[in-house]
């Protein structure tokens, strides 16, 4: 199956930033629209942001809208979330999904799933 690997979280100070990357395995990573979701303790899963398979539309979360942005290198095959003014509410473990041939908010609607990357924001 696809592989979906994380990796750039960690602990950063109320209104720092971090860049999440997300390598895809495979030869069809043009194919799969991509997802970040977020899941904080005790809490569900929940969406961040999408980006399209071609890398022309993209949605957020009212929550991170204006903080968060995805991102694509499909040559590379590497999404990234770049996030800024981190608040301690944004404490969750983030994952990439990988949606074959569609892209959207939903968290049944990804394929492929990464393992998470832990981003704590600290007051």
């Known amino acids: 199956q696809v592989q979906l690997v994380e990796s750039g979280g960690g602990v950063v100070e109320t209104g720092g930033s971090l860049r999440l990357a997300c390598a895809v395995s495979?030869?069809?990573?043009?194919?799969?629209?991509m997802g970040w979701f977020r899941q904080g303790p005790g809490k569900e899963r929940e969406f961040v942001g999408t980006?399209?398979?071609?890398?022309?539309?993209?949605n957020y979360a009212a929550s991170v809208k204006d903080r968060f942005t995805i991102s694509r290198d499909n040559a590379k095959n590497m999404v990234y979330l770049q996030m800024n003014s981190l608040k301690p509410e944004d404490t969750a473990v983030y994952y990439c999904?990988?949606?074959?041939?569609?892209?959207?908010?939903?968290?049944?609607?990804?394929?492929?799933w990464g393992q998470g990357t832990q981003v704590t924001g600290s007051s």
């Open positions: 980006i399209d398979w071609n890398g022309i539309n993209t």
């Open positions: 999904a990988a949606a074959k041939w569609r892209w959207g908010i939903s968290v049944s609607g990804y394929n492929y």
């Open positions: 495979g030869d069809y990573f043009s194919r799969y629209g």
